[in-house]
């Protein structure tokens, strides 16, 4: 059978029999499992990792126990009330934004910031744009923000999730920005493949202002 025609379950007891036969490394392992735990329903990925905890190969049960891990993570950075409640951001909450995927590559000047060392901006709330999404982050600009193909006074951040990290329970993380002229009422853009196209940076660096 092509593995382009094995169902989740059947590539998972592939990637363990190529694991077995030191075919992977554990990095490797993990991270091809993870892929294929995502596309089982909740329930089900719960049963896969019960069965994967209980593995005669220490190995496999220690890479279980990091995605149970990240499971764990991946649904609090999907709620809007939990992420609410623990993140440091607020309404209010000043935020400096900066680096960048070509912060080094730039000697420290990438395009999006226009010959500035950061945007500042104060930030608005979180804004849920569909199921299975980590909310995204309203902010408003202290200027507009004009370089080529974008302008607007608001922005719209994305966060994401770790082994190690929780989305946006932190004071300072790496997030995608999007610039808009009005503050957007619909985020359904967000879910598009080719959403990380339109953002005027996918690595940009959030930090909290601290304050007096």
Known sequence: MPEDDLTPNEEIRRLIRAWEK????STEFQNHMWGQLRKLPVA???AALASLSAHADKDIRNAASELQILMRHEELSKNLDHIRRSSPLH???RLQLFGGYDYYSSDGKPCWLNGRTCYTATFLDFAAYGENTIPAGLVEFDEVIEVPGHL???GVLLATYGLDFIAWEQSE???MVY???TLPE???FLRSPRASASAIETHATYRIEETA
Request: net charge positive; glycine share 14%.
């Open 179 to 181: 610039v808009t002229e």
């Open 44 to 46: 089900r990925r719960r």
């Open 152 to 154: 607007g006074r608001y």
């Open 173 to 175: 993380g790496e997030v």
């Open 22 to 25: 030191n075919c992977l490394t």
């Open 186 to 188: 619909d985020l359904s």
């Open 91 to 93: 309404s209010g909450a």
